[in-house]
């Protein structure tokens, strides 16, 4: 048997480590190292920097692969992402059955939560089902991207009694659902927020959110959309990838 440890590590700040990811950092043999594009490099060096900081007294090593990239401009989405998750199943099953030994502990280290706008579960789940490992797997959640960013802007969620919605941009792109005043928006390539000036909304932006290069905007919509985009644009230049989110709240500021 192989035991496999999915850690949330918290969306960028090392300090955001729970002390049960900090125990299980130190129960592991190896880490599963395959972030992807330009900002492999910072998000490889962070995960280096969290194992060196927290775990004591122990062996450890890293396995890197290849992570596989979502083919683009395709109008499957929900396709694309499936063949996505397939070939990331191939390079988790080849790193799990080359590199570990029977009876060791591996981790992959996730960004945020694993519950979050990630497949690392249902990958781990498909890959079990399979039968083709002796797994088993356990799961540590993180501080997602989200509770980051409350935390810098020191809001809520939610206005008082109210359900609020966390979704991708790409869903908010077809309108502002009906009856929720609060929307958590992740993962937004085109600047959606800008469909939504003139109908006096509230927002609380952050890029980069828990890492040195962090930058907050908060204000009304109408006010800060310009400046937004302006900025998003200029800090992917700058870093060569951007990683924001936001809440959008109808009718001002608080809740
Ligand atoms: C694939 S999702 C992963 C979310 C992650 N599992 C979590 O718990 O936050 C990536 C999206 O999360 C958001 N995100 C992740 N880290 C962030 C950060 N440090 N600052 C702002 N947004 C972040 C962005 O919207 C980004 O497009």
Known sequence: MKTILIIGIGAGDPDYLTVQAINALNRADLFFLMDKGNAKEKLIALRK???????????????????????????????????????????????????????????????????????????????????????????????????????????????????????????????FPAGLDSLMVMLDAQDTYTQFVGQGMHIYWGAYVGTEDEVLRAGPLDELAQEIRDLRAALREQHGWIMDSYLLRRGGAGG
């Open 49 to 175: 920097i969290i194992c060196d900081r927290f775990i004591k007294d122990r062996n450890y090593r890293f396995v890197e692969d290849q992570c596989p990239e979502r083919v683009r401009g395709v109008a499957d989405y929900h396709g694309s992402v499936v063949d996505l998750n397939e070939d990331k199943q191939q390079v988790f099953e080849r790193m799990i059955g080359d590199q570990m030994a029977d009876g060791e502990c591996g981790a992959f280290l996730v960004w945020g939560d694993p519950a979050l706008y990630d497949s690392t579960l249902r990958i781990m789940e498909d890959i079990q089902r399979s039968g083709r490992h002796q797994i088993d797997y356990d799961v540590i959640p993180g501080i997602t991207s989200l509770q980051a960013l409350a935390a810098r802007h020191k809001i809520c969620f939610n206005s008082i009694g109210q359900a609020f919605q966390v979704t991708p941009a790409r869903r908010l792109a077809e309108g």
